[in-house]
């Protein structure tokens, strides 16, 4: 099993800026590929951006790049994510998720899941 905590989020008016962080227990972390998630109220789970184990392959959404940031510290054993220029539309909770090996965008696949953290931007 693995654990995941997340935390860091908030309410920000746009234009502003949030790290997201997601603190992992139980198997080895560096095992697992990391992403992140969020969900707005009736909606599916969007995804958000991805990383390897070793942290040098990342992949965002579109709606995200270049204003997200997605980082890892195995030693500590969590991830980050940090979101700059937020807007309006990425108010949702964002959920941190493990896969074992290698990551997707399919959330079906993903073995572990977070409770999530509500971010919030005002306009």
């Known amino acids: 099993q693995v654990q995941l905590v997340e935390s860091g989020g908030g309410l920000v008016q746009a234009g502003g800026s949030l790290r997201l962080s997601c603190a992992a227990s139980?198997?080895?972390?560096?095992?697992?590929?990391m992403s992140w998630f969020r969900q707005t109220a009736g909606e599916e789970r969007e995804f958000v951006a991805r990383?390897?184990?070793?942290?040098?392959?990342?992949y965002y959404a579109n709606s995200v790049k270049g204003r997200f940031t997605i980082s890892r510290d195995n030693a500590q054993n969590t991830v980050y994510l940090q979101m700059n220029s937020l807007k309006p539309e990425d108010t949702a909770v964002y959920i941190c998720?493990?896969?074992?090996?290698?990551?997707?965008?399919?959330?079906?696949?993903?073995?572990?899941w977070g409770q999530g953290t509500q971010v919030t931007v005002s306009s």
């Open positions: 998720a493990a896969k074992f090996k290698v990551g997707t965008i399919r959330s079906a696949e993903y073995d572990y």
């Open positions: 139980g198997r080895t972390f560096s095992n697992y590929a």
């Open positions: 990383i390897s184990r070793s942290g040098d392959s990342t």
